[in-house]
C-alpha cells in the first residue's frame, strides 16, 4: 500500500519559512518522482515542484523559483521542500504527490499528470501579510 504522510506545515510571516515533510512508502523509487502540489481557495490545484527519485531531476514552478528548495533522501524515503521568502500568494493546501518520473516536466501542466499517481492527505500553510 502507498502511503504518503505530510508534516510542517503551519502559520508564517510574510518574508518567514516553512520545511514541508513527505514521507512515503510502498513505492519502487526508481520509477516515481515525488513533489508538491498546491491548492489556494477557489483555485485550481497547481504543480509546486517535484523531484525523480531515481536521478534527482527537479522541476519548480516559475513563481517559486529560487525562493523554494526540494530534496530528497531516497534511503529514508523521505522529501522536504524548503520554503524561504514566503508571500501571501503561497497560502494554500499543500499535497505531496507521487507520479512516474517520466510525466514530471507535466506536473506544472496539469494535475492530471498524476491521474494514475498518488496523493498525501494535504497540509495547510498560511501566509500573513
Known amino acids: 500500500e502507498v502511503q504518503l504522510v505530510e508534516s510542517g506545515g503551519g502559520l508564517v510571516q510574510t518574508g518567514g519559512s516553512l520545511r514541508l515533510s513527505c514521507a512515503a512508502s510502498?513505492?519502487?523509487?526508481?520509477?516515481?518522482?515525488i513533489g508538491w502540489f498546491r491548492q489556494a481557495p477557489g483555485k485550481e490545484r497547481e504543480g509546486v515542484s517535484g523531484?525523480?527519485?531515481?536521478?534527482?531531476?527537479?522541476i519548480y514552478r516559475d513563481s517559486v523559483k529560487g525562493r523554494f528548495t526540494i530534496s530528497a533522501d531516497n534511503a529514508l524515503g523521505m522529501v522536504h521542500l524548503q520554503m524561504n521568502e514566503l508571500r501571501p500568494e503561497d497560502t494554500g493546501v499543500y499535497y505531496c504527490?507521487?507520479?512516474?518520473?517520466?510525466?514530471?516536466?507535466?506536473?506544472?501542466?496539469?494535475?492530471?499528470?498524476?491521474?494514475?499517481?498518488?496523493w498525501g492527505q494535504g497540509i495547510q500553510v498560511t501566509v500573513s501579510s
Open positions: 510502498g513505492l519502487n523509487f526508481d520509477d516515481y518522482a
Open positions: 523531484i525523480s527519485m531515481k536521478d534527482g531531476k527537479t
Open positions: 504527490a507521487a507520479g512516474r518520473s517520466v510525466l514530471l516536466d507535466l506536473w506544472l501542466v496539469s494535475d492530471r499528470a498524476l491521474d494514475y499517481g498518488y
